[in-house]
């Protein structure tokens, strides 16, 4: 297929031939022919509890060629063109440099180790290379947008979309941040560490063209957090949190899942960027997950909340999933795989849709028409 145009490539692929081509889900396009790149970022050297989510992007990668094309929420997603970049071999020679760093500092840091000086050598080392690991995806990405791609990241942590996010601020003078995750990471510097993880939302909301966040799922955070919450709404940004628990209550008390999502909706503006950690499910989905926490999301939950957000004229410029670990049997990867294409199809479909006008001409318009999709008539039928 190497010389073949984009749409010959359209013409002669199989999408029910398993991993007919050689791109992330089995896909053949290049770069250049994809509407849509996937960044990997195997990136872990702040984790503070179970590693592996370096090893996430690779593992994707390879559970990918398993994941049927045919989108029933928008069907022939696939034709826009989805590429996966190879991971970048810098990224990755640091992280595993820092991390040996991080988890002696770490233990110093909770033990109350001596060598204060040594410890402080080490920590702006770790935060050095978190720095440079922003600008550096800063870069990367900066270029993907202005040559036109939608872009979403794959880690990694959740450390990871902070030079995304400078990249898009370049674009766009304001933009909310879609949070489903189990943690609220609005820790100022946890443990020491400027880029933690657990710091990526506070982090988020220094840069001035954020200015909504609006989490889903959470359910583990701090007294600093609730703390930090207050101030950055004196400072004007808008931070409002869907707790998991108090979700799960009002389903149980009669509310309906789509009622919560359009309140979720309600107040994100126009354009938004979704930062998916994987432990923003339910634990059973990922079990070898960095941090994972009782309760959680269900797979269709949070298909159902994008999608629905889509339907409502939401904007994605961008987006992340994070803190998949693969684990030995694979099984994170395979749920981190299929979460991926669903986010990577309704992305598509949010660039390239047109709500009140259908195009049959377009052979990868949308199939829906007054919120009915082909699933919703076969049953109707």
Same mark, same amino acid.
């Given at each position: 297929?190497?010389?073949?145009?984009?749409?010959?490539?359209?013409?002669?692929?199989?999408?029910?031939?398993? !991993? *007919?081509?050689?791109?992330?889900?089995? =896909?053949?396009? &290049?770069?250049? #022919?994809?509407?849509?790149?996937?960044?990997? @970022?195997?990136?872990?050297?702040?984790?503070?509890?179970?590693?592996?989510?370096?090893?996430?992007?690779?593992?994707?990668?390879?559970?990918?060629?398993?994941?049927?094309?045919?989108?029933?929420?928008?069907?022939?997603?696939?034709?826009?063109?989805?590429?996966?970049?190879?991971?970048?071999?810098?990224?990755?020679?640091?992280?595993?440099?820092?991390?040996?760093?991080?988890?002696?500092?770490?233990?110093?840091?909770?033990?109350?180790?001596?060598?204060?000086?040594?410890?402080?050598?080490?920590?702006?080392?770790?935060?050095? !290379? *978190?720095?440079?690991?922003?600008?550096? =995806?800063?870069? &990367?990405?900066? #270029?993907?947008?202005?040559?036109?791609?939608? @872009?979403?990241?794959?880690?990694?942590?959740?450390?990871?979309?902070?030079?995304?996010?400078?990249?898009?601020?370049?674009?766009?003078?304001?933009?909310?941040?879609?949070?489903?995750?189990?943690?609220?990471?609005?820790?100022?510097?946890?443990?020491?560490?400027?880029?933690?993880?657990?710091?990526?939302?506070?982090?988020?909301?220094?840069?001035?063209?954020?200015?909504?966040?609006?989490?889903?799922?959470?359910?583990?955070?701090?007294?600093?957090?609730?703390?930090?919450?207050?101030?950055?709404?004196?400072?004007?940004?808008?931070?409002?949190?869907?707790?998991?628990?108090?979700?799960?209550?009002?389903?149980? #008390?009669?509310?309906?899942?789509?009622?919560?999502?359009?309140?979720?909706?309600?107040?994100?503006?126009?354009?938004?960027?979704?930062?998916?950690?994987?432990?923003?499910?339910?634990?059973?989905?990922?079990?070898?997950?960095?941090?994972?926490?009782?309760?959680?999301?269900?797979?269709?939950?949070?298909?159902?909340?994008?999608?629905?957000?889509?339907?409502?004229?939401?904007?994605?410029?961008?987006?992340?999933?994070?803190?998949?670990?693969?684990?030995?049997?694979?099984?994170?990867?395979?749920?981190?795989?299929?979460?991926?294409?669903?986010?990577?199809?309704?992305?598509?479909?949010?660039?390239?849709?047109?709500?009140?006008?259908?195009?049959?001409?377009?052979?990868?318009?949308?199939?829906?028409?007054?919120?009915?999709?082909?699933?919703?008539?076969?049953?109707?039928?």
């Amino acid at each position: 297929m190497a010389n073949q145009t984009k749409a010959e490539k359209i013409k002669f692929f199989d999408p029910s031939s398993p !991993a *007919g081509g050689d791109g992330i889900f089995g =896909l053949p396009f &290049t770069q250049d #022919e994809s509407d849509l790149v996937l960044v990997p @970022v195997p990136w872990e050297v702040t984790v503070s509890y179970n590693p592996g989510t370096a090893d996430a992007p690779e593992a994707i990668m390879e559970a990918s060629k398993q994941v049927d094309l045919y989108e029933p929420l928008y069907p022939n997603a696939w034709q826009h063109g989805i590429f996966m970049q190879k991971p970048d071999k810098w990224i990755s020679k640091v992280s595993k440099e820092m991390r040996p760093l991080a988890v002696d500092y770490i233990d110093a840091f909770v033990n109350g180790k001596a060598d204060k000086k040594h410890n402080q050598e080490t920590l702006e080392r770790i935060n050095e !290379a *978190g720095l440079a690991l922003r600008e550096h =995806l800063r870069k &990367t990405t900066s #270029e993907l947008l202005k040559a036109g791609h939608v @872009v979403g990241l794959v880690g990694g942590d959740h450390s990871i979309p902070l030079g995304f996010l400078d990249a898009l601020a370049e674009q766009h003078q304001s933009f909310g941040i879609l949070q489903i995750d189990a943690h609220m990471d609005l820790r100022k510097a946890y443990e020491g560490f400027t880029y933690s993880h657990a710091s990526i939302k506070y982090n988020a909301l220094q840069i001035p063209s954020v200015n909504a966040l609006v989490q889903v799922g959470i359910r583990d955070f701090s007294d600093e957090e609730m703390a930090n919450i207050e101030t950055l709404r004196a400072q004007g940004k808008i931070v409002e949190t869907f707790y998991d628990a108090r979700m799960k209550r009002r389903l149980y #008390e009669g509310a309906t899942w789509k009622q919560i999502c359009d309140g979720i909706i309600d107040v994100l503006p126009k354009q938004v960027y979704i930062s998916f950690d994987i432990d923003g499910l339910d634990p059973k989905l990922c079990p070898h997950t960095g941090t994972p926490v009782p309760g959680g999301l269900e797979f269709e939950q949070v298909v159902y909340l994008i999608d629905r957000l889509v339907e409502r004229g939401i904007d994605i410029i961008g987006f992340d999933l994070n803190e998949v670990s693969p684990g030995k049997d694979e099984w994170d990867a395979n749920v981190g795989a299929r979460m991926l294409y669903k986010m990577c199809s309704l992305a598509l479909r949010a660039r390239h849709q047109h709500p009140d006008v259908a195009d049959d001409k377009d052979p990868v318009q949308h199939h829906r028409h007054q919120g009915v999709d082909v699933l919703d008539k076969e049953n109707a039928d």
